[in-house]
């Protein structure tokens, strides 16, 4: 029985959002809840107890339902920061952050975050850099990889 991720906690950043599971959006893209203070936990890659592969949670950074989202902070996430993940049978997953990157959007190959295999690890994106008014879109976005802390 797959036990959905229904809290994300990074203290650091001052995020504390509720997680949705989300699919695929009719342009191919990862669904991202409308409500910025909602993170998406892409619910076809791993759950937080799987023994491999990413788990891939994405929230915007701000939205016309919520102006400023909880994880607008992600780009100044830190390596080492400590994030918790409760999932719907209350078990508690902790993750340390490894990675943090700024990527313009028109050259990443998100493939990779999505990975099944490999050590478990959680992968939160969001947008960021400078806003795009034609677009109406931010120009990069921010993904951060952390890595399961073993309890």
Known sequence: EV????????EAIGADMPVDPVGVAEDGQME???????????RF??????????????????SVVTPRGE??????AAVGDP??????????????VATVEMLVKTTIDF????????????VLITCGGEW?????????NIIVTATLVES
Not at 83 to 96: P, S, T
Request: no cysteine.
């Open 132 to 140: 795009d008014r034609e677009r109406q879109s931010y120009d990069s």
């Open 71 to 76: 994880l607008r902070a992600l780009g100044s």
């Open 111 to 122: 493939s990779g975050y999505f990975a099944r295999e490999g050590d478990p690890r959680l």
């Open 32 to 42: 991202i809840p409308e409500d910025a203070l909602r993170a998406g936990w892409y």
């Open 83 to 96: 994030i918790l993940l409760e999932n719907a049978a209350g078990d508690q997953i902790r993750y340390e």
């Open 45 to 62: 890659g791993a759950a937080p107890t799987d023994d491999s592969g990413s788990v891939v949670l994405a929230a915007h950074n701000g």
């Open 3 to 10: 036990e959905p991720p229904v809290l994300l906690v990074y």
